[in-house]
């Protein structure tokens, strides 16, 4: 399993360990509000989201990693290969107190370099609710572009691309 790093943050593999500290980040209120509903038992789920990119990792050679700045999980990034859409995605969450600071984009850049770079990935994408902006905005500024609306797990969302830079 890869580690990255970039000017400000660690991006490694999430273990059980994290899970407490995942499990707050990503089942927090302000966060919860722009993904799929939270589960009955946050650790539960936490750890079953730790243990299914640990097998993302094994069987495709990469996945999420969780965000570190200053030895602090702040968030979570990366790759993550979407059934649904026979298609790999790039996504992030961060804490709230994270937000605004440009970690998201640093951590979903550094992303789609070895999704496209060491990978070689063909076409990685993004969705959000459609009233997301803040995504949104992440999504353009790394050069992903609105290609249409998508249904995903029940939830509606918008779709952005982007195509292997060659």
Known sequence: MTVLKTERLVLRPLEPADAASYAAI??????????LPAPADPLDAALAAIDRYSTCWRDRGYGPWGIFRDGRHIGHAGLNFVPEFGETEVLWTLRPDAWGKGYATEAARAALDFGFGTIGLELIFAI???????????MKRLGLVYRRDVVYRDTPSVWFELSHPR
């Open 26 to 35: 990503r089942y927090h209120p302000d966060v919860v509000k722009w993904m």
């Open 128 to 138: 959000t609710k459609p009233d997301n902006r803040a995504s949104q905005a992440v």
